[in-house]
């Protein structure tokens, strides 16, 4: 599974949508994810999900297994419309920032309550953030506190890099940054401006923890207790989770099921089965076989949607790893790759071949950022990697819960195999837990799948927390000085300056391709016969406020 002074607004998104339509993505829908007239109140509906990585705990939660349970069980200080992904008031009665977003004054809306009858207070925001950015808590969404002053000193450079030596305990456990000015209200001052804050604030990573959780992390990890509309109930993530709305909730965004069930699958054809036999809901992604032909729409007539949605996949190198280390070999591999006949033959032309870094439905989006390497080039591919040091063999890791997968990447080592007439291997994992583990844990030999479905809508939710040195999505360690710098200037800029400033630091990815751009996946979901007025976000997740049985 992240914005600049892009305080983004309804029609600039609905404008990034209509150009990826324009290219080749169609929507289409059925009359089932209507105004919602139809359907009871009440009632329980399946959802498909994997495992998540990680307990459910916000901070080190960054996968989709994990955030399609928490982001219903907790609200943030702003929330985002499921039509448009526009950023909303929720937890927060205002968010003002100083002229040049460097000061952020926080108010929030009195009488919130969470899960376990405990006041939700400028202290639940603030010391969530802190412990989350503390160093010693190792959280994987750590990072997205490192603008704000004060973050360095709970995290100490460690004194060898990736050497044995290890970084020293911090001195402090608070950022000098955050004050609670009373019960409901608090203050940011970040190091440099961050003018697009206010978009960026419904993340996981700045949702508000009960002062019960500070007892007990990882018993909280097995059963949160959150402020949101759903309140979990029971399960874990081997089997799923069972939700149930929360009578408490005080947002307008109130459920109409009273409960939702987040059933876990090893296998997405398992899983299309279930729908079709009515033993499932909803399936937010097809499987690639039953893409061909368009077969889902025939096997579910009035009940699927296919429109685009801000995921985009791509291939990491490691660059951890000396023999990744090299552009001429990561350009290689990348002109190696025919996107095209992928995109058509295992994904039935759902999908579309990248030409950057950034998803086109973001204001800000610039096509061919990738230039030439993104081009299927076999012969200045083979050229190229004549010149690169390390000649393989080479592997490709990815998480073999869904069948797509397999396909796509086997059909990229046979790519470098026939151009480069160099040996590579898919390699599978068991599923998608396993295989972020061992990604997260810097454990990769060779290349791996990665795909981004965006936190919130933005050019900066694509670059940001994916490339920039230590960021908390980095999979690959990149690590670029300018690319760096400058982020750090857009995202104290606004509007057309700091689109234009983001899409600066994305060419700079095309310096060195050690993370290959490879589709932008438009999303085809299905659901049973049992539930109505069905609808899915601009994240790819389904809408639990809006959905019915019938």
């Given at each position: 599974?992240?914005?600049?002074?892009?305080?983004?607004?309804?029609?600039?998104?609905?404008?990034?949508?209509?150009?990826?339509?324009?290219?080749?993505?169609?929507?289409?829908?059925?009359?089932?994810?209507?105004?919602?007239?139809?359907?009871?109140?009440?009632?329980?509906?399946?959802?498909?999900?994997?495992?998540?990585?990680?307990?459910?705990?916000?901070?080190d939660t960054n996968e989709v297994g994990g955030s399609n349970v928490l982001d219903n069980?907790?609200?943030?200080?702003?929330?985002?419309?499921?039509?448009?992904?526009?950023?909303?008031?929720?937890?927060?009665?205002?968010?003002?920032?100083?002229?040049?977003?460097?000061?952020?004054?926080?108010?929030?809306?009195?009488?919130?309550?969470?899960?376990?009858?405990?006041?939700?207070?400028?202290?639940?925001?603030?010391?969530?953030?802190?412990?989350?950015?503390?160093?010693?808590?190792?959280?994987?969404?750590?990072?997205?506190?490192?603008?704000?002053?004060?973050?360095?000193?709970?995290?100490?450079?460690?004194?060898?890099?990736?050497?044995?030596?290890?970084?020293?305990?911090?001195?402090?456990?608070?950022?000098?940054?955050?004050?609670?000015?009373?019960?409901?209200?608090?203050?940011?001052?970040?190091?440099?401006?961050?003018?697009?804050?206010?978009?960026?604030?419904?993340?996981?990573?700045?949702?508000?923890?009960?002062?019960?959780?500070?007892?007990?992390?990882?018993?909280?990890?097995?059963?949160?207790?959150?402020?949101?509309?759903?309140?979990?109930?029971?399960?874990?993530?081997?089997?799923?989770?069972?939700?149930?709305?929360?009578?408490?909730?005080?947002?307008?965004?109130?459920?109409?099921?009273?409960?939702?069930?987040?059933?876990?699958?090893?296998?997405?054809?398992?899983?299309?089965?279930?729908?079709?036999?009515?033993?499932?809901?909803?399936?937010?992604?097809?499987?690639?076989?039953?893409?061909?032909?368009?077969?889902?729409?025939?096997?579910?007539?009035?009940?699927?949607?296919?429109?685009?949605?801000?995921?985009?996949?791509?291939?990491?190198?490691?660059?951890?790893?000396?023999?990744?280390?090299?552009?001429?070999?990561?350009?290689?591999?990348?002109?190696?790759?025919?996107?095209?006949?992928?995109?058509?033959?295992?994904?039935?032309?759902?999908?579309?071949?990248?030409?950057?870094?950034?998803?086109?439905?973001?204001?800000?989006?610039?096509?061919?950022?990738?230039?030439?390497?993104?081009?299927?080039?076999?012969?200045?591919?083979?050229?190229?990697?004549?010149?690169?040091?390390?000649?393989?063999?080479?592997?490709?890791?990815?998480?073999?819960?869904?069948?797509?997968?397999?396909?796509?990447?086997?059909?990229?080592?046979?790519?470098?195999?026939?151009?480069?007439?160099?040996?590579?291997?898919?390699?599978?994992?068991?599923?998608?837990?396993?295989?972020?583990?061992?990604?997260?844990?810097?454990?990769?030999?060779?290349?791996?799948?990665?795909?981004?479905?965006?936190?919130?809508?933005?050019?900066?939710?694509?670059?940001?927390?994916?490339?920039?040195?230590?960021?908390?999505?980095?999979?690959?360690?990149?690590?670029?000085?300018?690319?760096?710098?400058?982020?750090?200037?857009?995202?104290?800029?606004?509007?057309?300056?700091?689109?234009?400033?983001?899409?600066?630091?994305?060419?700079?990815?095309?310096?060195?391709?050690?993370?290959?751009?490879?589709?932008?996946?438009?999303?085809?979901?299905?659901?049973?016969?049992?539930?109505?007025?069905?609808?899915?976000?601009?994240?790819?997740?389904?809408?639990?406020?809006?959905?019915?049985?019938?």
């Amino acid at each position: 599974m992240k914005q600049r002074k892009l305080i983004l607004t309804s029609a600039l998104f609905a404008a990034g949508a209509l150009a990826l339509t324009a290219c080749g993505g169609g929507s289409s829908s059925s009359s089932s994810s209507g105004s919602g007239s139809s359907g009871a109140k009440g009632g329980s509906v399946t959802i498909y999900n994997v495992k998540p990585q990680n307990p459910l705990i916000p901070t080190d939660t960054n996968e989709v297994g994990g955030s399609n349970v928490l982001d219903n069980l907790f609200t943030g200080l702003v929330r985002y419309d499921p039509t448009t992904a526009a950023p909303i008031l929720s937890a927060a009665e205002s968010i003002t920032p100083s002229k040049k977003s460097e000061f952020w004054d926080i108010k929030l809306k009195p009488g919130q309550m969470f899960q376990d009858n405990t006041p939700v207070t400028a202290s639940s925001f603030v010391d969530a953030w802190n412990w989350g950015a503390y160093a010693p808590n190792a959280q994987l969404n750590s990072s997205f506190f490192t603008p704000i002053k004060g973050y360095d000193d709970l995290n100490p450079a460690d004194p060898d890099g990736d050497g044995p030596k290890t970084a020293p305990v911090p001195k402090v456990k608070t950022m000098s940054g955050l004050k609670v000015i009373s019960p409901t209200e608090f203050t940011i001052e970040f190091k440099t401006p961050q003018s697009f804050f206010r978009v960026e604030a419904g993340y996981a990573a700045f949702f508000p923890l009960p002062t019960s959780f500070y007892k007990d992390p990882a018993a909280f990890g097995k059963k949160p207790i959150g402020n949101g509309p759903f309140q979990l109930v029971s399960g874990d993530g081997s089997t799923g989770f069972v939700l149930k709305a929360w009578a408490g909730y005080q947002g307008a965004d109130k459920p109409s099921i009273t409960q939702a069930t987040f059933k876990t699958y090893t296998s997405d054809t398992a899983a299309y089965a279930d729908i079709q036999a009515g033993n499932l809901d909803f399936m937010d992604e097809v499987p690639p076989g039953d893409l061909v032909n368009d077969q889902f729409k025939k096997d579910m007539p009035g009940r699927f949607i296919s429109k685009p949605v801000g995921l985009i996949g791509t291939l990491t190198m490691p660059s951890y790893d000396k023999d990744y280390q090299d552009p001429i070999l990561h350009k290689a591999i990348s002109m190696a790759i025919d996107r095209a006949t992928i995109t058509k033959s295992v994904f039935n032309g759902s999908y579309i071949p990248a030409t950057g870094w950034v998803s086109p439905v973001v204001d800000g989006y610039k096509a061919g950022a990738c230039g030439v390497n993104c081009d299927y080039n076999p012969t200045m591919a083979k050229q190229l990697f004549a010149q690169a040091k390390f000649k393989g063999p080479f592997t490709i890791s990815y998480n073999g819960d869904r069948t797509g997968n397999k396909e796509a990447y086997e059909a990229i080592c046979h790519n470098i195999q026939n151009n480069l007439g160099a040996s590579c291997t898919a390699k599978p994992y068991v599923d998608f837990a396993t295989f972020r583990a061992a990604v997260t844990s810097y454990k990769m030999t060779g290349m791996f799948r990665t795909a981004w479905q965006m936190d919130y809508p933005s050019i900066q939710d694509y670059l940001e927390p994916l490339y920039v040195t230590n960021a908390s999505s980095n999979d690959g360690k990149y690590s670029n000085k300018t690319f760096d710098s400058l982020i750090t200037k857009a995202d104290g800029q606004s509007g057309a300056a700091a689109n234009a400033t983001y899409q600066q630091a994305e060419a700079t990815l095309a310096t060195d391709m050690s993370i290959v751009p490879l589709w932008y996946e438009n999303q085809s979901a299905v659901w049973s016969s049992r539930v109505t007025n069905v609808k899915t976000t601009p994240f790819s997740t389904i809408d639990l406020t809006d959905i019915k049985v019938k």
